[in-house]
């Protein structure tokens, strides 16, 4: 059992606060005193505030239950449990009945000059004829399909025509490795995969089928597999690939198939409490815990969120630069905008090619008018200079928002004057995977403070308490009280995971750590577990040990973050070579590189590998971490006591080594 205890009566102040006014009058949020009478209400009458906000969606049959979530006796999160409806038809139906002819989807591939528009009309047509394809394959209510696939329109035909049907979707990240891959899949158990042959990101292609091949293999290689069947979407290669057949898998082509197949024009009716998708992401335990979100609280969340965050207006062009693959990709790249029938650009590429103006030239052809995106991005365009920037007009921008980290005070300052021309709000807004949608952000209130999140979101009641017992050199974390509709049901296959998040009073521990200052306004400072955070991507620091230890050659790892100026984190490896194996440093180093490459993806590749002889550990022989972050960080003078360690001695020796390694 948890025991936490508030540490409310301690207001810190925060003294590198500068302010900025700027000038839109647009939301009634931005009045101070409306919003804290409406956030004052909506934590009142919770049940009731909830319940109005389910008139966002057409409901099938609207709930009369709020929460019925009670953590003092199970985990179980429930929503709107009554409640019935389908995603699909709140998300596609309902607009291509009002407004068939709007945009749904302003697609801009990686290759720019290849611009392509969907209406909602085309939308519906495509979404029902993947249905179509997904039913004759065998596809039913509740079944799992797993998609591994780019930010491409047809991964949000495959992903709505699941929810269509009522199947739940399993979104693989395209840039994970086959490994990766492969434990997501036995993980979510799908009988059938969803892929394409290749992506090309950043000019690079990429082969995404082969991945698919030889995670299946590795699978049935470990007797765990539960795939029958792959659905190839897009170009295919002349070439048929062999592979199915060797290991008795069916291949199938979309093309063909829709071609043999009738639409889906009808719908699945499906409980608010029915899983609506999976999505895979780091927990401190260092397994991928599959994050499982519900059909009606999540959708209400964030179709709610994504209106008020962004303060979407009826003609908006709405940018989200995430990859499909994240959460960030999920909630306000497909659900969020399309429940409210918004005009969103998709967006395939990277922000530096074919170079640096890529994103600029996406907003002024596209007259952009909202752009979502995350402070690694801002800071690797940054570095490049402003001849990128100040060649764009940018005349179309009305709000801009940030996600993944906190954004740091001068590209922040950037962020404003560079791109919103010191007339655009910045949303900074804190989240997370598990929390379905934006949970914190400054909404509309003024004056802004460079990266404050600021301000909860209606029914999000924030404390900041730290644990009793913990650890004292632990920061105090940021929780949040009760539920909220956009919280995640659990995770797959393993509800007692989900639990460990939860306290027996009732709050849910973020994992980060937070301060508030005099305003009552929430700094959000980072991960206080053993998460990193490199370039808005969360990784855990024992999958990544467990990477680094598979190398035969070492015996000891320890991975830690490290301040980056472009990534936000870097990854900072430490391994212990076998005494028996003699290997030359570099093809170490080469080879522990390569096999997180392998494990994971290239998003981990380290930034620095450090072979020593020793490590810093406990009398029982555990690794301090505390004190390696500290010393990568460079903080020598905040090492903490280290007389009680077994081997002191070997930290004067990492210090050297670590010096010398940035020389
Ligand atoms: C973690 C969640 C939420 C979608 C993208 C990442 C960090 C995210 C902020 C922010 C400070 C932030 C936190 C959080 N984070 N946004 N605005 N300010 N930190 O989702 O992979 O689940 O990661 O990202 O550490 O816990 P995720």
């Given amino acids: 059992m948890l025991n936490i205890i508030r540490k409310s009566s301690i207001l810190l102040p925060i003294t590198l606060i500068s302010c900025v006014m700027t000038k839109n009058n647009f939301n009634p949020l931005k009045n101070p005193a409306s919003y804290q009478k409406e956030y004052n209400e909506s934590l009142e009458n919770n049940n009731a505030f909830w319940l109005k906000q389910t008139s966002i969606l057409d409901w099938i049959q609207p709930p009369t239950i709020a929460n019925g979530s009670d953590f003092s006796k199970s985990t179980d999160v429930k929503w709107f449990e009554d409640g019935k409806l389908n995603a699909?038809?709140?998300?596609?139906?309902?607009?291509?009945?009002?407004t068939p002819h709007k945009t749904a989807i302003i697609f801009e591939a990686d290759q720019p000059g290849k611009t392509i528009h969907i209406t909602y009309r085309e939308l519906y047509e495509k979404v029902c004829q993947f249905s179509g394809v997904l039913k004759a394959l065998g596809v039913k209510k509740g079944d799992v399909v797993t998609l591994y696939l780019p930010t491409i329109p047809e991964t949000i035909y495959a992903m709505l025509a699941c929810t269509r049907l009522g199947a739940i979707h399993s979104v693989v990240f395209a840039g994970f490795s086959a490994t990766a891959l492969a434990s997501r899949i036995v993980q979510a158990k799908p009988r059938l995969i969803i892929t394409t042959e290749t992506n090309s990101r950043g000019g690079k292609t990429f082969s995404l089928k082969k991945n698919v091949y030889e995670a299946l293999k590795e699978n049935l290689l470990n007797k765990n597999n539960t795939v029958e069947k792959v659905l190839l979407v897009g170009q295919s290669l002349e070439n048929k690939n062999t592979d199915s057949v060797s290991i008795n898998i069916k291949e199938f082509n979309f093309e063909s198939l829709s071609k043999l197949t009738q639409p889906v024009?009808?719908?699945?009716?499906?409980?608010?409490?029915?899983?609506?998708f999976i999505l895979h992401t780091s927990g401190s335990?260092?397994?991928p815990r599959g994050i499982v979100h519900s059909t009606g609280g999540y959708l209400v969340y964030v179709a709610l969120t994504h209106k008020f965050v962004f303060d979407l207006q009826e003609n908006d062009v709405y940018f989200c630069t995430a990859d499909i693959g994240w959460i960030t990709g999920h909630s306000y790249g497909v659900y969020g905008p399309f429940a409210n029938g918004a005009t969103t650009v998709l967006f395939q590429g990277t922000p530096t090619y074919p170079d640096a103006s890529r994103?600029?030239?996406?907003?002024?052809?596209?007259?952009?008018?909202?752009?979502y995106t995350a402070p690694t991005a801002l800071r690797s365009l940054r570095s490049l200079g402003d001849d990128f920037v100040n060649h764009a007009s940018l005349e179309s921008l009305r709000i801009l928002a940030s996600v993944g980290e906190a954004i740091d005070p001068s590209t922040w300052q950037w962020f404003f004057e560079k791109i919103g021309k010191s007339h655009c709000p910045i949303m900074d807004t804190w989240w997370q995977t598990e929390s379905g949608g934006v949970l914190i952000c400054p909404l509309l209130k003024q004056p802004q403070k460079p990266g404050c999140a600021a301000k909860p979101f209606f029914g999000i009641e924030p404390r900041i308490l730290h644990e009793v017992g913990g650890n004292p050199e632990e920061k105090e974390a940021l929780w949040i009280k009760q539920s909220w509709p956009g919280l995640a049901m659990g995770v797959w296959g393993d509800q007692q995971c989900f639990k460990q998040s939860y306290s027996s009073e009732n709050f849910y521990n973020s994992g980060d750590g937070a301060k508030i200052d005099e305003d009552g306004d929430i700094w959000v400072l980072g991960r206080i577990d053993d998460v990193l955070n490199v370039s808005g991507h969360r990784m855990s620091s024992a999958e990544l040990e467990r990477a680094v230890i598979s190398h035969p050659a070492v015996s000891e790892a320890c991975v830690v973050g490290y301040p980056h100026d472009i990534k936000g984190q870097g990854i900072f490896v430490f391994a212990i070579p076998r005494n028996n194996v003699s290997i030359q440093s570099e093809h170490l180093c080469e080879g522990i590189k390569q096999n997180i490459r392998k494990e994971i993806g290239p998003i981990a590749t380290p930034d620095v590998i450090l072979l020593v002889s020793d490590l810093?550990?406990?009398?029982?022989?555990k690794i301090v971490r505390r004190i390696l972050r500290k010393i990568v960080?460079?903080?020598?003078?905040?090492?903490?006591?280290?007389?009680?360690?077994?081997?002191?001695?070997?930290?004067?020796?990492i210090i050297m080594q670590v010096l010398n390694k940035n020389k």
């Fill in 88 to 98: 699909c038809y709140n998300c596609v139906d309902r607009h291509a009945q009002k």
């Fill in 265 to 276: 024009y009808d719908y699945a009716e499906m409980c608010a409490t029915d899983p609506l």
């Fill in 359 to 371: 994103f600029w030239k996406i907003i002024d052809e596209n007259k952009v008018t909202i752009f």
């Fill in 633 to 653: 960080s460079k903080d020598f003078e905040n090492l903490g006591d280290t007389t009680t360690l077994g081997n002191p001695s070997c930290i004067e020796t």
């Fill in 285 to 287: 335990a260092g397994i």
């Fill in 616 to 621: 810093p550990k406990t009398r029982s022989g």
